[in-house]
């Protein structure tokens, strides 16, 4: 079983960027596909950004594309989520999902969870 331990959330500026990153345990996070959600206050949590498990398929929700990237270190057992650009109204709880299949990362059922970690945007 894999556990996640997200790391890099804090507060930033709007149009500033972050790093978060997913530490994950266990001897077959290479075999995991991986992503990011957030969930704001008062909102559903939402899909960020998933990728598969040799980090040549990535996946985004649409207004993240092109500020946003996914990666992952499968060495150091790692998914990073870098942030660009960010905006007031990407403050949230960021989340880091495992899954073994990508269609369940992307379809929000992962089924493995991080505890979050708080990113905020000021305007």
């Known amino acids: 079983q894999v556990q996640l331990v997200e790391s890099g959330g804090g507060l930033v500026q709007a149009g500033g960027s972050l790093r978060l990153s997913c530490a994950a345990s266990?001897?077959?996070?290479?075999?995991?596909?991986m992503g990011w959600y957030r969930q704001a206050p008062g909102k559903e949590r939402e899909f960020v950004a998933a990728?598969?498990?040799?980090?040549?398929?990535?996946r985004y929700v649409d207004y993240v594309k092109g500020r946003f990237t996914i990666s992952r270190d499968n060495a150091k057992n790692t998914v990073y989520l870098q942030m660009n650009s960010l905006k007031h109204e990407e403050t949230a709880v960021y989340y880091c999902?495992?899954?073994?299949?990508?269609?369940?990362?992307?379809?929000?059922?992962?089924?493995?969870w991080g505890q979050g970690t708080q990113v905020t945007v000021s305007s």
């Open positions: 999902a495992a899954s073994t299949t990508l269609q369940a990362i992307v379809g929000g059922s992962p089924g493995l």
């Open positions: 990728i598969n498990w040799s980090g040549d398929t990535t």
């Open positions: 266990g001897r077959t996070f290479s075999t995991y596909f």
